[in-house]
């Protein structure tokens, strides 16, 4: 360890075992962090699951300002989370459901471990390597905005509670009603519809990448003449099958997908 002073956090629910798609750096990733109060470097292990802060060594801290810098950290790690998200195309097939925990802080002379998570509310698998880990992790730190995740905090959190959940067809649902209510909000509309989400994501899928594919809308009652995009498609093919016998193609793609969209629809809450 290079500086003094650093926190240590563990990331839980990207690093996976063999039997889950993952991945991984080709070594551990660095940031040098300029204009920070607090932060001169970050570093993440190569495979997702620390991160550790290094302070400025002109940093004063004593007990009445550590919590508050333990506090700020916690909020920039949550902030670089959703851009992890939101920045998840070229790793979509991995289950993503990250929570933090703080491991250990060296700030005052002694080294102190705690075990306390911080919820950010709170067959064989194919690992994915990068060898681009510094220009990932600056694209996360890049996209990291304090302030405004501090306001949209209770959002965010809404979020990474509906990623933990275990049944996927049921966690798409949901957050396709999150997206729904979030929309309906941009929007000032007075109920929520399918018509607005097909207008946001149509209109913001390509800031996180994505390829918008419009087809007939399948909704029940719709005209003919209306569209809709793959995710609704998708929520409409679980919720109004044709088929009642019929599998649906699920997939942590369309999961990662849509919570990019979901970062971005919180981004633009007024």
């Known amino acids: 360890m290079e500086n003094s002073k650093y926190v240590v956090f563990e990331i839980l629910g990207v690093k996976k075992d063999d039997r889950q798609n993952s991945f991984v ?3 551990d990733a660095e940031c040098i962090i300029n204009n920070d109060k607090y932060i001169s470097k970050i570093q993440v292990s190569s495979d997702i699951s620390k991160a550790i802060f290094y302070l400025h060594d002109s940093l004063e801290i004593s007990e009445n300002n550590v919590l508050g810098i333990v506090h700020y950290l916690s909020l920039y790690l949550g902030n670089m989370m959703i851009a992890l998200l939101k920045n998840s195309l070229k790793y979509s097939n991995v289950l993503l459901k990250p929570t933090i925990r703080i491991s250990g802080l060296h700030l005052l002379g002694n080294e102190v471990r705690l ?3 911080i919820r950010i509310t709170d067959s064989l698998g194919c690992c994915s390597k990068f060898d681009n880990g510094n220009e990932i992790l600056k694209q996360w730190i890049e996209d990291v905005k304090i302030s405004d995740y501090t306001i949209k905090n209770d959002k965010y959190d809404i979020l990474f509670l509906l990623l933990q959940g ?3 067809v049921q966690k798409y649902m ?3 009603a999150y997206l729904m209510c979030l929309v309906k909000e941009i929007y000032s509309s007075q109920r929520e519809s399918q018509k607005q989400v097909v207008k946001y994501i149509s209109a913001n899928c390509s800031r996180v990448g994505i390829n918008l594919s419009l087809s007939v809308c399948t909704r029940p009652g ?5 569209k809709e995009d793959q995710f609704t498609a998708l929520r409409n093919k679980i919720a109004h099958p044709a088929n009642t016998n019929a599998n649906v193609n699920m997939s942590e793609n369309a999961i990662n997908q849509l919570a990019s969209i ?3 629809a919180i981004e633009d809450i007024p």
């Open 25 to 27: 750096f080709d070594k």
């Open 115 to 117: 075990n306390d998570y």
């Open 166 to 168: 275990g049944n996927i």
């Open 174 to 176: 949901t957050m396709y």
């Open 222 to 226: 719709a005209k003919p003449n209306e």
């Open 262 to 264: 979901i970062c971005c």
